[in-house]
């Protein structure tokens, strides 16, 4: 079974940068097809990053703070935050389109900015 392991969270403060790390375990997975989202409690969970191909990570939040990068050679994808604001508070996950339908997720990483 694929397995999403997301690490790189913590506590900054507002206009610090971070960067998350989700090594992919379980099977060879194409990178250009990964994502990152996060999630509030009592709040819908938001695509906030995927690969400038398919231009899903053309949106207010992604294009201007966010960068997604990869290395297949250690079947990583990264999340490089920068300027993070209160409003970023949240669980982070990486994922695939297929495994997310299949609600196929990992544990996250808590990311908390607050002063």
């Known amino acids: 079974q694929v397995q999403f392991v997301e690490s790189g969270g913590g506590l900054v403060q507002p206009g610090e940068s971070l960067r998350l790390s989700c090594t992919v375990f379980?099977?060879?997975?194409?990178?250009?097809?990964m994502r990152w989202y996060r999630q509030t409690p009592g709040k819908q969970r938001e695509l906030v990053a995927a690969?400038?191909?398919?231009?899903?990570n053309d949106g207010p939040v992604t294009k201007d703070r966010f960068t997604i990068s990869e290395d297949n050679d250690k079947n990583t994808v990264y999340l490089q935050m920068y300027n993070l604001k209160p409003e970023d508070t949240a669980v982070y996950y990486c994922n695939t389109p297929t495994n997310s339908d299949r609600h196929i997720w990992g544990q996250g990483t808590q990311v908390t900015v607050s002063s």
């Open positions: 379980g099977m060879t997975v194409s990178l250009s097809m």
């Open positions: 690969f400038p191909d398919s231009g899903d």
